[in-house]
């Protein structure tokens, strides 16, 4: 997906004065003015200008995309355990996440050695990744 930084031709760690430079050399190179047909590039790159160049509508921006990318790039297992390492309750193993939740997984979940599966816990937005260790084949 492009972004208003792609836009200018900058990355988001680029300083004001980036910015400006990047959007003057665009106005001059893509403005309908000087050429013919350009109004809609030209419209992306004032648009993306009017955001970045605000401290306060660039950051708003920036949250923007990090929150976008973290639903779209979901976050890597926080941990990786073994139903061995998990304590018993019933018929169901649990861990203690960082946050004071907890990850529960039911034998049911693995079907068999080695096989592996995703859990969320059940606070927060962490996730692990757990191993039957435990059945036999």
């Not at 910015?19 to 648009?47: E, I, N």
Request: glycine share 6%.
């Amino acid at each position: 997906m492009a972004t208003l930084y792609d836009a200018l031709g900058c990355s988001p760690a680029c300083t004001l004065a980036e910015l400006k430079a990047a959007y003057r050399a665009l106005a001059l190179s893509q403005h309908p003015d000087k050429r013919s047909g350009g109004a809609s590039d030209f419209a992306l790159v004032d648009r993306a200008w009017k955001t970045l160049r605000d401290p306060a509508a660039r950051r708003a921006y920036d949250e923007t995309m990090l929150r976008s990318r973290m639903e779209d790039e979901p976050l890597p297992p926080y941990g990786d355990y073994r139903l061995s390492q998990m304590d018993r309750r019933d018929d169901l193993y649990a861990a203690d996440c960082r946050c004071g939740g907890t990850y529960v997984v039911s034998r049911l979940d693995l079907t068999g050695v080695g096989t592996e599966c995703l859990v969320g816990c059940d606070e927060c937005s962490l996730t692990i990744s757990v191993v039957d260790d435990l059945s036999t084949r």
